[in-house]
């Protein structure tokens, strides 16, 4: 079994599958007398990643395994062959959004405090785009609902898994309260100036 | 509040200031249009701003915080130190605004406004020193949540900047023509074997030849024979012996059939010492045996004992209901 052999049939798989597909099941597409190691199909992967450096597709790494894509550079001329824009998500819903990819689980008061608004319709919304899901309740007063993203949020987003968001500024152990407490600025004396 | 909001506050960007109206044009202010060649730098007495242009204006921000950090941000103030009086008077004119646009306000924007100017009062009024908090600012929870919403404010921008399905990247496909189907042999199970075996057989019935012969047994007769072995043995017989095994299936039903049957006529007794144990039959009057008898065989078997027919058919009757 040749190393192009191994790379030829992951790379069509990848091309026929449309999903993404783990190494596990890569590993499987072969015949016993010539299944290679999950060692050598991952060497097969990353040699088609360097094969594709420069060229319109791409292998990118997902929650649920690897998938070619069209590189985003060329998102622009892509986009026309279906004239229908994709849907645009409203600050409110990223907002929304951002607050439980980063504080997942969690519930709808907490997402409320933090944006000071009502936020219910947006999480109907999440969920019904199967963004987010229901993922129990608090043991608090009510027991309220607390959501957490899906795997096909990672998989929209293309994340490997949650560890892979972009760094939240400002990451505390203490949270929010991290900024300001006290306030150095925020003397009496200077606090009567300001009114 | 019942100050009618300027609206040169939303059109203008310049720093709130004491109005001008009287200032040559010509000279401080930097002209913020040309028109025709002439520099403007006032706004026309009768500009009319159209209102669905301060809803769009209006309607961009995502709750007090939003608004309450446009204003900071705008004006390059320093979160940690907002000048309390001067954000809670522009926050307030937005509000008014906001209403006299008639625009649904969210609740959220008014708890805001009450929040700020109980902020600013609390600012002015002395702080007692034996107070807990003391030390804090009565900013500084205000201040939390201000950060705490940019925080995530900028984590949307993030998240919203990753490449997304379908809108940055495409997943590819290429297509397989010919495709084989590849069918994996199934495991089978022993229950699946039985089942068909269970069809088989079902079906080798169909073809089984049936020879239907006049059955030589019946029920009535059946009934008799019973009875007299009952009235023999004058007690309990165990419910087994009234069956003849070497009858076959057929025989064997038919003296089920006639043991329902006597039990129904209330003739016979069945009972059982306890769950489980042998039954046991036993006729429940005597007497009648005979009676019986004559009635199912039509045999002209004189009654010993026993009434006439036509008085014992009442009381037999009568026994029935109850």
């Known amino acids: 079994m040749s190393e192009s052999y191994v790379r030829n049939v992951i790379e069509a798989a990848l091309l026929a599958a449309g999903t993404p597909l783990p190494v596990a099941e890569l590993t499987r597409l072969f015949e016993d007398s010539a299944r290679p190691s999950a060692q050598q199909v991952r060497a097969a992967l990353a040699a088609l990643a360097a094969e594709y450096a420069g060229r319109g597709i791409e292998l990118k790494e997902t929650a649920s395994g690897y998938r070619i894509q069209v590189r985003r550079e060329l998102a622009g001329e892509i986009s026309r062959l279906w004239p229908e824009r994709a849907a645009r998500y409203s600050r409110a819903l990223l907002e929304t959004l951002a607050l439980i990819a980063y504080r997942q689980p969690i519930t709808r008061a907490e997402i409320e405090a933090v944006r000071g608004v009502r936020s219910d319709h947006i999480i109907e919304r999440l969920l019904e785009r199967h963004l987010i899901r229901d993922v129990g309740r608090k043991q608090a007063l009510g027991r309220p609902i607390l959501y957490a993203t899906t795997e096909g949020f990672l998989r929209y987003f293309g994340l490997k898994d949650l560890a892979d968001l972009p760094v939240l500024e400002g990451t505390d152990p203490r949270g929010a309260l991290g900024g300001m407490t006290p306030t150095p600025h925020a003397s009496p004396a200077e606090g009567s100036e300001a009114v | 509040m019942k100050h009618k909001p300027d609206l040169k506050i939303v059109v203008s960007n310049t720093p709130p200031q004491p109005a001008t109206p009287q200032a040559p044009p010509q000279q401080v202010e930097m002209p913020f249009a040309v028109v025709n060649g002439e520099p403007i730098s006032q706004l026309p007495r009768d500009l009319y701003i159209p209102p669905q242009a301060l809803e769009v204006f209006l309607e961009a921000f995502e709750g007090p915080l939003d608004l309450l950090l446009y204003l900071i941000r705008r004006q390059n103030l320093n979160i940690l130190d907002i000048p309390l009086a001067e954000i809670t008077r522009q926050y307030i004119q937005y509000i008014e605004l906001m209403q006299d646009l008639q625009l649904e306000l969210a609740g959220e924007y008014l708890v805001m406004a009450a929040t700020l100017a109980e902020l600013k009062s609390r600012m002015l009024l002395p702080r007692p020193r034996l107070e807990a908090q003391a030390d804090e600012d009565p900013r ?106 070497e009858e076959g299936r057929m025989g064997v039903t038919i003296t089920f059939a006639a043991i329902l049957e006597l039990m129904r006529e209330g003739l016979i007794d069945i009972v059982q010492a306890q769950a489980y144990a042998p039954l046991h039959v036993r006729a429940t009057n005597p007497g009648r045996l005979l009676r019986v008898v004559s009635d199912q065989t039509q045999a002209a078997a004189a009654p010993a004992g026993e009434p006439a027919p036509d008085t014992r058919l009442p009381a037999r009757a009568d026994e029935d209901l109850a």
């Open chain 2, 140 to 245: 500084a929870e205000l201040v939390r949540r201000l950060q705490e919403y940019e925080r995530f404010k900028r984590a949307a921008a993030g998240i919203d900047a990753l490449p997304r399905l379908e809108r940055d990247v495409w997943p590819t496909s290429a297509q397989l023509k010919e495709r084989q189907l590849l069918g994996t042999l199934p495991q089978i199970a022993l229950q699946e074997m039985l089942l068909a075996f269970k069809d088989v057989v079902v079906r080798a019935h169909m073809f089984a030849h049936h020879h239907i012969q006049r059955e030589r047994l019946s029920v009535g007769e059946r009934m008799s024979e019973i009875l007299a072995t009952l009235g023999e043995s004058a007690g309990f017989v165990p419910f087994q012996q009234l069956f003849r095994p």
